[in-house]
């Protein structure tokens, strides 16, 4: 028989029809053999898992890391570093940053920082917005998707944002129109500008300064409004639409209907609005700050419907880390703080959490952390799936220990603002990740330098012209 070069051992491995106890093997970064630990061959590296769950290694979505222009909150070395320690072995990076990447110049300056720095594998969204001549190039030297923003830029962020904002529904018609003509995937924050600033405004006026008051200023039907807006563009365009962190049930419903059309249409959310709400959330303040909203209670509860009918069909982490100075100002006045806070190394643990509480099934929560994003973005069966030739990129995971989250322990360079779920007791304790065979992240410690071992699953230079790309 021959030898593999790694062989985990005494796991229970994940497949869609259930575990199984035994291992996997690994050689060239691809899993060569699965099966009982009898059956596997030996191999030159034997790892024994202690009868942990193997799981698919998480493919997450909505990624902020702002890297080179702002990496005092983060680079890609640490906030890969994150991503390993929640189980997440690609990441999909939104094109916020200085500059956001709308050419294919910025495209890849990004891409070397992120090939120099991350653990885990990586694709770029291109963005699209009022540079619309650029989304052919772009999608031809690979991204892994687009995304648009529909409303202007903030204040004091406006390099953060450019080329990233539709200017007004006739450019938003136009940047599907040519986003279509790719095939790529046009992501959306689907939010009514002209109706939050109106709001911003009535609720500052009346002295609104907290959590809630941020709520009130982009209450449900700004989010409605602007998913009811941006369906019917990409009917008329063919696009191919994902909405990203949908938060509100009737947003969820009218993406549901979209679906029954048939149409390509996909909704991502988030854990913070699954698992928290603005009640509970509210002594927080802007460590709770989310664009869109923590919504309430009952939102929040209705919300799993959607995550158990199909509806939903990844979760994205929204992982994007701030510096605590920039945040504490909201404390006084919750508009003078930036929205968002870390999520990599919460988001595993959380669903583990909800499939012991029976709130969803192990393979729904497999197929909304991993296999169903792989699928959707052109990386399935390489990324998001245990199964023979396909990257050993694998997740080992305690479902049965318990732990405290503490934002002290965590990887990200933005741990002093991560107290959304400070102190609450979760399952889920990763205990080793694997990148194409390589161990990036290790609960012991014990491990190689992981850093700059990631690659661009998506872009490439004039000169790889056979290199994969993703579609």
């Not at 029954?260 to 959330?281: H, I, M, N, W």
């Not at 870390?342 to 991993?370: C, H, I, N, Q, Y």
């Not at 050993?392 to 991560?418: C, Q, W, Y």
């Amino acid at each position: 028989m021959n030898r593999a070069e790694i062989v985990l051992r005494n796991c229970l491995v994940y497949t869609p029809g259930g575990f199984f106890d035994g291992g996997v093997a690994i050689s060239g970064g691809k899993i060569t053999a699965m099966g009982g630990c009898a059956f596997l061959p030996p191999g030159e590296q034997e790892i024994d898992l202690h009868g942990t769950a193997l799981l698919p290694g998480g493919v997450d979505t909505h990624v902020h890391v702002r890297d080179p222009g702002r990496r005092e909150r983060g680079d890609f070395a640490t906030e890969s570093a994150a991503a390993a320690a929640g189980g997440i072995t690609t990441i999909l990076e939104m094109p916020i940053s200085s500059p956001p990447q709308y050419t294919v110049d910025i495209l890849e300056n990004r891409s070397r920082c992120a090939s120099e720095r991350s653990s885990v594998d990586f694709g770029f969204y291109g963005a699209a917005g009022n540079r619309p001549e650029h989304i052919a190039e772009l999608a031809e030297r690979g991204v892994a998707a687009f995304k648009t923003y529909l409303f202007r830029p903030h204040a004091g962020r406006e390099g953060e944002f450019e080329g990233t904002c539709a200017e007004g529904d006739g450019n938003l018609f136009e940047i599907f129109e040519a986003v279509a003509k790719t095939g790529k995937l046009c992501a959306v924050h689907a939010e009514n500008d002209d109706l939050i600033r109106s709001f911003t405004r009535d609720v500052r006026a009346g002295g609104g300064r907290d959590l809630a008051a941020h709520g009130r200023a982009r209450p449900p039907l700004a989010e409605v409004s602007a998913v009811a807006k941006v369906l019917a563009f990409a009917r008329a365009t063919g696009v191919r639409l994902g909405i990203c962190h949908v938060s509100t049930p009737e947003a969820m419903e009218l993406i549901g209907k979209e679906k029954a059309e048939g149409r390509a249409v996909y909704a991502e959310t988030c854990p913070q609005y699954l698992f928290c709400d603005e009640e509970s959330a509210a002594p927080l303040g802007p460590f709770a700050k989310f664009n869109p909203p923590i919504r309430k209670q009952a939102d929040a509860e209705a919300l799993w419907n959607y995550v158990r009918n199909g509806t939903v069909d990844y979760v994205g982490s929204d992982h994007g880390p701030f510096l605590l100075s920039e945040k504490e100002p909201g404390t006084e006045d919750i508009f003078a703080a930036p929205a968002g806070s870390t999520g990599f190394e919460e988001r595993l643990p959380l669903f583990v959490t909800a499939v012991r509480e029976r709130k969803l099934s192990l393979r729904r929560m497999v197929d909304l952390l991993s296999a169903n994003a792989a699928r959707i973005f052109g990386l399935y069966p390489q990324k998001g799936t245990i199964s023979v030739g396909s990257d050993a990129d694998l997740a080992a995971v305690n479902l049965h220990e318990p732990f405290f989250v503490r934002a002290s322990r965590m990887k990200t360079a933005g741990k002093g603002i991560a107290r959304l779920y400070e102190g609450r007791r979760l399952f889920g304790v990763v205990t080793m990740t694997m990148v194409r065979g390589g161990i990036v992240f290790s609960r012991d410690g014990t491990l190689p330098q992981a850093s700059g071992r990631g690659r661009d699953l998506f872009y490439r230079s004039s000169s790889d012209e056979g290199s994969f790309q993703g579609r």
